[in-house]
């Protein structure tokens, strides 16, 4: 059953006669002090009047009569695409004191926490809860804290959930008035995925939340932020309400922003379904030396490989065509460099790639990272290049420990390389092309695992591309993980994926464009990327790398991510026919192999 906040006579005569007895014994209490102790301080925790006092995301939450678990009513919180169903209610407090946060729930993946403590912020979870399971939480407010936010929520596209019972115990706080509604609201930058958002403070205010649409999106304590996860070419209309103990304000003045189109600002002039291969042209190996004349004109973006360092450490990268000891075929210089204007004459990009197997790089120091910046733009005016691939592998990116949040990175050779990064974005300007081909352990393997964790012995190198992925992406072209050379990784449905199948590049991708909790922790979840800005890497042939795919397994995968069919067991978060296209290693490869990979390209989209 639900507690009655109502005290029965009963129950009221019972507190006057211990507080008759302990002022008897000498123990003298108030009836203030033992009613704070004792009240749960949330309002309609049982959903018994529908969803007064709580504000849920795009309209997701309902009260419904079944399930529940006492009384008549509980919440049921529906996620959709990029909505989790938050679920939020401001409750007041008393600063410096103790409270505890319980709720029964009920379905998969289901949060319960509380932001704005002051302290240190709070959350539990239920992977899996067929039947009613209680969470409970605990935390201190901090000395000037007297509101705190608590909530519920539930994972991107997972099926509904349903709360019920929920409870905030701990002493009472007092009420004021709330604040006025939030003045100044304008719009800062726009890319095809974000909109920046910023107004003016109010007095006596806590919190903010910015409401998209006119429905609640976003919860913060400061006055500016930058709403994430929007679809290109789309106007917005923004909304902002300030909170405190009292309750909310009035919103704002709207504000309208168009997001960019698709590519827009990050390298555009990409076709709609691009196609980007590895050249090799600074070595051969088994599949032997193709000029960049004779590459086929399927291939939309051409990644030279390798630009490498003169050491690990140096920053210093050095570029030369293949030595014609081991590629008795290669060009001149200038047949390579007029090669290369004939394929930008024709649409296609052409970029040093940066890295490789054998090409440590390591930006640990300022220098490094200045050597890099120089070296890189003598290169790209040398060969007359579209942009840089950065395919940093092996020990190249690690992360310091205590590094543990990826949207605000402290390690050196993170830090650096997004510095040198950006420094080549602004000297080049909006046409330079940017990719990035990093391994499933720099990226997807953060969802489990972040640098050597909150208490030191994992791998450092565990997701330590996410925070380079999340600071370039409002410049970032394209993103091409590489789906081979990988071991199991755990994809959004909690389950392990193999490579060599529809299913490791159906779950990778997916990750990408739905964003996960980075480590687990739902405060601190990577966005999801513009699928325009996903292409899915693969090797060209079983002699090019492990985990190497059938075209017909290439095309289930495609499948179901761009419209939803032959996904096998896998479920995915949502339907992107505007992903970007695939990458592979490498154009030599798909030639030994007969151009297996690009003729199975073109046949899937028609080109």
Same mark, same amino acid.
């Given at each position: 059953m639900k507690r009655n906040r109502r005290p029965s006579r009963y129950s009221?005569? #019972?507190? +006057?006669?211990?507080?008759?007895?302990?002022?008897?014994?000498?123990?003298?209490? @108030?009836?203030?002090? +033992?009613?704070? =102790?004792?009240?749960?301080?949330? &309002?309609?925790?049982?959903?018994?009047?529908? #969803?007064?006092? %709580?504000s849920c995301t795009g309209g997701s939450g309902v009260s419904v009569s079944a399930p529940v678990h006492g009384g008549t009513a509980a919440l049921k919180a529906t996620p959709a695409g990029g909505d989790n169903a938050k679920c939020t209610q401001t409750v007041t407090v008393r600063p410096d004191s103790a409270y505890t946060l319980s709720a029964w729930v009920q379905g998969s993946y289901v949060y319960l926490g509380a932001s704005g403590t002051g302290t240190t912020d709070v959350s539990t979870w239920a992977p899996s809860a067929p @039947? %009613?399971?209680?969470?409970?939480?605990?935390?201190?407010?901090?000395?000037?804290?007297?509101?705190?936010?608590? !909530?519920?929520?539930? %994972? !991107?596209g997972a099926p509904a959930y349903h709360v019920d019972d929920l409870s905030l115990v701990g002493p009472a706080g007092e009420t004021g008035q709330p604040p006025a509604a939030p003045a100044g609201l304008r719009s800062s930058t726009v890319t095809a995925s974000s909109?920046? #958002?910023?107004?003016?403070?109010?007095a006596g205010a806590t919190g903010y939340t910015v409401h998209r649409d006119g429905a609640p999106d976003l919860d913060v304590t400061g006055t500016s932020t930058t709403v994430t996860g929007l679809s290109p070419a789309t106007a917005y209309r923004f909304q902002v309400s300030a909170t405190? +103990?009292?309750?909310? @304000?009035?919103?704002?003045?709207?504000?309208?922003?168009?997001?960019?189109?698709?590519?827009?600002?990050?390298?555009?002039?990409?076709? =709609?379904?691009?196609?980007?291969?590895? /050249?090799?042209?600074?070595?051969?190996?088994?599949?032997?030396?193709?000029?960049?004349?004779?590459?086929?004109?399927?291939w939309d973006v051409i990644n030279l490989a390798f630009g490498e360092p003169t050491s690990v450490t140096s920053g210093e990268i050095r570029f030369s065509l293949c030595p014609v000891a081991e590629c008795p075929n290669v060009e001149t210089t200038a047949e390579f460099k007029a090669?290369?204007?004939?394929?930008?004459?024709?649409g296609k990009k052409v970029l040093i790639s940066i890295g490789g197997q054998n090409? $440590?790089? $390591?930006? =640990?120091? &300022?220098?490094?990272?200045?050597?890099?910046?120089?070296?890189?733009?003598?290169?790209?005016?040398?060969?007359? /290049?579209?942009?840089?691939?950065?395919?940093?592998?092996g020990h190249s990116l690690s992360l310091n420990t205590g590094d543990t949040d990826f949207r605000n990175p402290t390690s050196p050779v993170i830090v650096n390389l997004i510095s040198a990064v950006k420094s080549l974005k602004a000297k080049y300007g909006v046409d330079f092309v940017l990719t990035m081909a990093p391994e499933t352990f720099f990226v997807q393997l953060g969802y489990q695992f972040y640098g050597s964790g909150p208490w030191g012995g994992q791998d450092p190198r565990a997701g330590a591309y996410l925070p380079v992925i999340h600071a370039l992406r409002d410049d970032l072209t394209?993103?091409?993980? $590489?789906?081979?050379?990988?071991?199991?990784?755990?994809g959004l449905d909690n389950q392990y994926h193999t490579m060599g199948g529809a299913d490791f590049h159906i779950a990778m991708t997916d990750m990408l464009l739905t964003g996960f909790p980075v480590a687990g922790d739902i405060t601190k979840v990577f966005p999801a990327l513009d699928p325009g800005q996903v292409a899915i890497g693969l090797p060209a042939s079983? $002699?090019?790398?492990?985990?190497?795919?059938?075209?017909?397994?290439?095309?289930? =995968?495609?499948d179901c991510l761009t419209k939803k069919t032959n996904c096998g067991s896998y479920q995915t978060h949502g339907t992107w026919p505007t992903l970007r296209g695939l990458m592979t290693w490498s154009i030599n490869w798909d030639r030994f192999n007969q151009w297996e990979f690009s003729r199975n390209f073109d046949a899937y989209f028609g080109s």
């Open positions: 009221r005569l #019972l507190a +006057a006669l211990a507080a008759a007895v302990l002022t008897a014994g000498g123990l003298v209490v @108030s009836a203030e002090t +033992a009613r704070a =102790a004792d009240a749960d301080v949330a &309002t309609n925790g049982g959903f018994e009047s529908g #969803l007064a006092d %709580w @039947s %009613w399971q209680k969470l409970t939480t605990s935390f201190r407010t901090g000395p000037a804290t007297t509101a705190v936010t608590v !909530y519920t929520n539930g %994972w !991107y909109v920046g #958002l910023a107004w003016s403070p109010v405190n +103990a009292a309750g909310r @304000s009035p919103l704002s003045s709207a504000v309208t922003a168009t997001t960019q189109a698709a590519g827009g600002g990050n390298g555009a002039a990409l076709p =709609a379904n691009a196609l980007v291969g590895y /050249l090799h042209s600074s070595f051969a190996n088994g599949s032997g030396y193709t000029r960049m004349s004779d590459v086929p004109a399927s090669a290369i204007k004939a394929k930008q004459a024709a090409g $440590q790089v $390591q930006l =640990a120091s &300022t220098a490094a990272r200045d050597a890099f910046v120089s070296s890189v733009s003598k290169i790209i005016d040398e060969y007359g /290049l579209d942009g840089l691939d950065i395919d940093f592998e394209l993103l091409h993980v $590489q789906d081979y050379n990988s071991g199991p990784i755990m079983s $002699q090019a790398g492990n985990g190497h795919t059938a075209p017909s397994e290439v095309n289930k =995968a495609l």
